[in-house]
């Protein structure tokens, strides 16, 4: 018997209150925290930066760019995961560099797994979604690659 249901590899990353959705190939890695330089005179959502594979990344706290709390890894668990950037600002910006709460986990979903909900969504949010039973956010990529590249160089 063929199965035509069509699942698409995902990471949940843990932010401050939330887990964000998002497609394994908008992630190109996961590193440690610890490798970022810090950044006095940014915006709160400006963590610092990070070297990876010679570039400069800027380093995003998601829940400051979403209007919140400036947040950083946490506990100590938190990492960095670096995404693949996909809007206009792709060859100034290849990838930015986003802090997580906590270890990313890998899942799989199917379309009938997934299902928008209402609700308060901030400017890095592009939906809110129910996943199984758990609430999770898609982010706004270009908004984040926006506000970035707005910073980087």
Request: one cysteine or more; a negative charge.
């Amino acid at each position: 018997m063929n199965d035509n249901r069509q699942v698409l590899p995902c990471v949940l990353i843990p932010m401050a209150g939330r887990q964000l959705l998002l497609p394994n190939v908008s992630i190109a890695e996961i590193v440690d925290y610890g490798a970022t330089t810090p950044k006095d005179n940014g915006p709160a959502w400006l963590l610092g930066e990070l070297n990876w594979r010679g570039l400069n990344l800027p380093v995003v706290s998601y829940d400051a760019a979403n209007g919140g709390e400036r947040s950083d890894a946490g506990d100590g668990r938190g990492r960095i995961a670096v995404l693949n950037t996909i809007g206009s600002h792709h060859n100034q910006l290849p990838f930015l560099a986003l802090v997580t709460r906590g270890i990313p986990s890998q899942t799989r979903v199917e379309q009938s797994q997934l299902h928008p909900l209402e609700g308060d969504t901030g400017p890095a949010d592009l939906m809110k979604v129910d996943l199984n039973g758990e609430e999770a956010f898609i982010p706004n990529l270009e908004y984040l690659e926006d506000l970035a590249s707005s910073h980087h160089g």
